[in-house]
């Protein structure tokens, strides 16, 4: 079987259930839009199942499988919390995963309209992840180190989409940011991958947070760049407020990273405008929106 995703029906995934949880199998099943390493399907009100779509997707969810069940019970917002556990089978070649389904609707397909509770929602979330891991936690990949150790990255991305209106003005956050000092504390836990999609809204005001896939102890300015990629205009300062443990040199590493992000979802949102896999239309304006709100200045 190849990571196609065509190859993941509901058909597959009933049997699936079926085969190795019949207690589940009779649950009506829907598809769920969007998703990259795992393709989603809802399974009745409460569940859902995540089955991988790419090489790198089962590490992905057994990390989730580990860590979720000792991070969830701390975090004041839902998270998806594994259930049960899918073995490889003649079936399907690979493990996936039944996991808890955080409702609402993800920002990449809603919109925060109270900025300043959504603020202190994401910066309470936050303060709550962001505590020492253990030496057992995973490290970062491609992402969790300084932002002088991405400037390849960053000007891949910087060449590829860097809007001609602000890229003077982005050159200077990155520049600044990779001139900020190390992160002095102790690796601490980082979702690692926030981002509109990865974000739940309900009644206008984030509700839950999902895909811990990338979770990896580290530099928390990482995650704190959601302050400008996911909060609307004008609720960095409200976030920092609450969050509150963040120094001048974490703000402006997450303020370049940011910067960062913010490009690479232009990216994948001009590959959605162009037709080309892995592309999401709706990602390109999010990431100029972020760049736009980058610009704008740091809150402290």
């Known amino acids: 079987m190849t990571d196609s995703a065509s190859e993941i029906t509901a058909d597959l995934v009933r049997e699936l259930l079926r085969e ?49 069940p000792v991070l969830a019970p701390r975090l004041p917002l839902p998270v998806p919390e594994p259930v049960r556990t899918g073995e490889p089978s003649a079936r399907f070649p690979k493990p996936w995963t039944v996991m808890t389904w955080v409702p609402g609707e993800p920002l990449d397909h809603s919109r925060i309209s109270r900025g300043d509770h959504a603020a202190g929602r994401l910066a309470d979330f936050l303060t709550a992840l962001h505590v020492p891991a253990p030496a057992e936690a995973p490290a970062g990949s491609d992402r969790g180190g300084h932002p002088k150790e991405c400037t390849d990255g960053f000007d891949h991305f910087f060449e590829a989409v860097a809007p001609g209106d602000i890229a003077d003005g982005l050159r200077a956050v990155w520049d600044d940011a990779v001139a900020a000092p190390e992160w002095a504390g102790p690796p601490v836990w980082v979702h690692g991958d926030l981002h509109p999609a990865n974000v739940v809204v309900s009644d206008g005001t984030v509700s839950g947070v999902v895909d811990f ?44 990273l940011a910067a960062l992000k913010g490009l690479v979802l232009m990216l994948i949102g001009r590959n959605g405008d162009r037709g080309l896999p892995g592309g999401k239309p709706a990602w390109g304006p999010a990431g100029r929106a972020a760049l736009d709100r980058v610009l704008r200045g740091a809150p402290v």
């Open 213 to 256: 896939g990338d979770l990896f102890a580290g530099d928390p300015a990482w995650d704190l760049a959601a302050a400008w990629v996911v909060l609307p205009e004008g609720a960095a300062a409200r976030f920092f407020d609450v969050y509150a443990r963040a120094d001048g040199g974490t703000v402006r590493r997450a303020r370049g």
């Open 20 to 68: 190795q949880h019949p207690d589940l199998a009779d649950l009506a099943i829907r598809e769920v839009a969007g998703g990259w390493d795992n393709q989603q399907w809802r399974l009745g009100s409460e569940l859902a199942v995540r089955v991988p779509r790419t090489e790198r997707a089962p590490d992905l969810q057994r990390k989730e499988r580990r860590w979720l």
